[in-house]
């Protein structure tokens, strides 16, 4: 693969759990980017990967959770977590967020 581009399309949402569905936009080498669209109520348990996680809030409001800390994020807020690092959020309202992933997470990858 020498490069990816990707169009804004309403298809290959993956449901993650109810009210929590996740998208893979596109991936390269080493990155790999997800949307993920949350309603209001839901929670994300917390949770740990050996990939590190950068992330970005589009719209809405979540409480995230990293490492036991609550962080009140709003559209504009961002993160990073490293790996193995324990992490989970609180949906406050319906939220569109936006998650890089490296090493890219091959289960991720669209079949």
């Given at each position: 693969m020498e490069y990816q581009?990707?169009?804004s399309?309403?298809?290959g949402y993956i449901?993650?759990?109810e009210g929590i569905e996740r998208k893979t936009l596109v991936y390269g080498h080493k990155t790999l980017l997800t949307?993920?669209?949350m309603l209001k109520g839901k929670k994300l348990p917390v949770h740990n990967h050996t990939h590190e996680q950068t992330g970005y809030v589009i719209s809405g409001?979540?409480?995230l959770t990293i490492n036991g800390e609550s962080y009140d994020m709003r559209p504009g807020d961002s993160w990073a977590i490293p790996g193995n690092i324990k992490h989970g959020a609180e949906v406050m309202e319906d939220s569109i967020l936006i998650d890089i992933f490296s090493p890219v997470r091959e289960?991720?990858?669209p079949k």
């Open positions: 581009v990707g169009k399309d309403k298809k449901r993650v759990m949307e993920y669209k409001h979540i409480i289960e991720y990858i």
